[in-house]
């Protein structure tokens, strides 16, 4: 019986980049110890039948908390911004859950490793939003003087959920937290607190974005046991773009050491004359390789 599991979740026009997911994480020897399993938010009946010959379980999305249809506008893709938050209700028989968003996929397995280390003892093992090479962390808008609107991520998103002033200040300028890949034990009291957090946010926020703010409050408010882990285990590749190592056929991180990138997510997307790259994968755009030249590539998966 396999104890770990990686889920992700897709309707039909994110399937391409979910079969790619999978095709990254099989890939790697190590991935027949590991389940794979599939939330269906969308998917159509033939893309349900190919993938069952390649995971071990897919199982319908569902509205776990209830929100009003005006919210919801036929957007079942949405559902993923609730379910992620009950993943051991829907795939019971595992010990150690990893989630990793569709639009991401496995360079490197040692970020897997990491994940599922880093959720022993109940804790949560998630990365912030912050690494060497950014320039802006939260925006602001001056008004006069030393006087500013914050406009942070966390902030805009908790005004909007009519949290707490004092609980929306606590967020308002600490790393924001990406919840596209994380990992819990089944027995994490995280579970508990994230679900309580979800249905506030839910009841006067928008849906998108309402989970991971509610994360961010299990983090920052709450204070969940939790691993931080470093950003190439989540490369967001629209706020940073990485190096092309040509010699080993490789992402990397920008800045020296130039550390191999594990999980390659591109949340966000990647645009290439206003088409994102997650919606055609024959994109490419230019990258600086580790000798200083320019390189065109897409950031979609392909197999060696």
Known sequence: MKENVIISLADSNYFELLNELIDSVKQFDQSKNTAICILDAGLTEDQNEKLKSKVDEVKKAKWDIEVPQSKVKGKDWLKSQVSRAFLPEYFPNYKKYLWIDCDAWVQDWSSIDLYFKACDNGKLGITQTITPGYRVLSNVKWLFGKLAIIKSQNFKHAIKSKIDINKARKLAFAPHINIGVFSLEKKSKCWQDWQ??????????????????????????????????????????????????????????????????????????????????????????????????????SLRFKAN
């Open 196 to 297: 309580k957090n979800l249905k506030t946010t839910l009841g006067h926020g928008q849906i998108f974005g309402s989970e991971q703010l509610a994360i961010n409050m299990c983090v920052y408010i709450d204070n969940v046991d939790v691993e931080f882990l470093p950003h190439n285990c989540n490369w967001l590749a629209s706020n940073l773009l990485p190096k092309y190592d040509v010699e080993n056929k490789i992402f990397v991180e920008p800045f020296l050491p130039n550390q191999k990138i594990g999980i390659m997510h591109l949340a966000s997307g990647i645009k290439v004359k206003n088409v994102d790259m997650r919606n055609d994968k024959s994109l490419e755009i230019e990258f600086t390789t580790l000798d200083n030249t320019k390189i065109s590539k």
